[in-house]
Each structure stands twice: as structure tokens, then as C-alpha cells.
């Protein structure tokens, strides 16, 4: 079966960095999506990897490994409007979107 | 970037009436649309993908008879959720894939709200 895992939960300190891990297992791969998604909202794209390697966006990076089935998302420089759940999410070989059930990032004063 | 809009944003309805919610492209063409579920921490739960002019495609344990999907033009599609129930109060989000970005990017609505009471 297809299984994408990340935490459940995180908590993190403002100012600091947080590493938010997703391992995935699916039939076939062409590429990973980190979406932001506020509490009773709609997601929105943060980033999308398709090749091994990271990709910067600003206070936000998104790290590919594609032999390992292992992605991350590295926030910076961390504010309080950055507490939500980040969810991972592989396109597989039948060009479905696989969701992680998402990881809840908690920011601390 | 590309928009998509819903409509309403939220609604309340008594059991067994039925909710109709729209999903709209803004400022391109969708030939695919998704319609999601989302249940309180939970996460996204995909129902159906509507292609525009055939069937929607549902996912396993989806009641089609029960969420009528209709994509009848490139920018639009509707869910309608037939005699509600309280367990289908939900946060349904749809969402759109433009066939202009080179990778396979879903745009998501703002979704809807749907209380059942």
C-alpha cells in the first residue's frame, strides 16, 4: 500500500528552526508537495521537489531525497503565524496526490 | 498564481435537505478538479475527481448516489451533498489543476463549511 509518515505534532520556539520530516512509500514518484494549512482554512502550496536536493524559498526549504523515500521541510527564523499543520504530499506514478495526515507545528513565545 | 474560488463558505442545513457547492476556476481552465474532506484533525480526504464533460471518479467507501458531482464546464463544478445527515458535516475543499503549470500543482479553493443539524 502507499503510506506517507510525518509527526503528528511539533513544538517549536519564535526566532528558532523547526525540521518537519516525511518519509514516504508509493507506487512510483513524481514529486513532493509542502502545503501550509491553517486552522479551518483551505491548504496553501509552500513548495515542490522533484529532483534530490533542497530548494530555498525564502525563510522556507524543502529537501528531496529520492533513493531514501525522505523529504523535509525547514522553516527559519520562526513567527507565531507560522503555528499550523504542514502536510506532505507525493504525486505517484498514477499522477494521484498522496496526503500525509499532516504535522501540527506549535510556536512558543 | 492561479485561483479558485467556492461557494459558500459555509452553510447550515437540516437533515435531509440537500447542499449544493460550487467550486470555480478564476482565471484559468480546469479540466480536472478534486473535491476533498476534511474532518477536525484530520487530514485531506480525497472523495472524488471530477473531469470535465465525463464522470467523476470516486475513491472507495465514497457514496456517489449520496455526492453528485458535476463538472459541466472548464471552470466549474459542483458537489451536491443529498439528504444530509449530521456525519456529513465537514469541511469540504476542492481543488483545481492547471494544466499551465508544467508540474502537477492542485490549487485549492477556500472550502466550504457544511454543518448538519
Known amino acids: 500500500g502507499q503510506n506517507i509518515d510525518q509527526p503528528t505534532e511539533m513544538t517549536a520556539t519564535e526566532g528558532a528552526i523547526v525540521q518537519i520530516n516525511c518519509t514516504y512509500q508509493t507506487s512510483g514518484f513524481n514529486g513532493l508537495f509542502w502545503y501550509q494549512q491553517h486552522a479551518g482554512e483551505a491548504p496553501t502550496f509552500l513548495s515542490y521537489?522533484?529532483l534530490d536536493g533542497l530548494e530555498e524559498k525564502g525563510r522556507f526549504s524543502s529537501f528531496l531525497s529520492r533513493s531514501k523515500g525522505y523529504s523535509y521541510l525547514l522553516l527559519k527564523e520562526l513567527q507565531m503565524k507560522d503555528s499550523a499543520s504542514y502536510l506532505c504530499?507525493?504525486?505517484?506514478?498514477?499522477?494521484?496526490?498522496?496526503w500525509g495526515a499532516g504535522t501540527k507545528l506549535i510556536i512558543k513565545p | 498564481g492561479a485561483v479558485v474560488s467556492q461557494h459558500p463558505s459555509w452553510v447550515i442545513c437540516k437533515s435531509g435537505t440537500s447542499v449544493k457547492i460550487e467550486c470555480r476556476s478564476l482565471?484559468?481552465?480546469?479540466?480536472?478538479m478534486f473535491w476533498y474532506r476534511q474532518f477536525p484533525k484530520q487530514s485531506l480526504m480525497l472523495m472524488a475527481t471530477?473531469?470535465?464533460?465525463?464522470?467523476?471518479?470516486?475513491e472507495q467507501g465514497v457514496e456517489k448516489d449520496k455526492f453528485l458531482i458535476n463538472h459541466a464546464s472548464l471552470t466549474l463544478s459542483t458537489l451536491t451533498v443529498t439528504s444530509a445527515h449530521p456525519e456529513d458535516s465537514s469541511f469540504y475543499i476542492c481543488?483545481?489543476?492547471?494544466?499551465?503549470?508544467?508540474?502537477?500543482?492542485?490549487?485549492f479553493g477556500p472550502g466550504t463549511r457544511l454543518t448538519v443539524l
Open positions: 481543488s483545481a489543476r492547471d494544466p499551465g503549470v508544467s508540474y502537477n500543482e492542485q490549487f
Open positions: 521537489n522533484v
Open positions: 482565471d484559468f481552465q480546469a479540466t480536472t
Open positions: 471530477s473531469n470535465e464533460g465525463s464522470k467523476a471518479t470516486y
Open positions: 504530499a507525493v504525486i505517484d506514478s498514477n499522477y494521484q496526490l498522496i
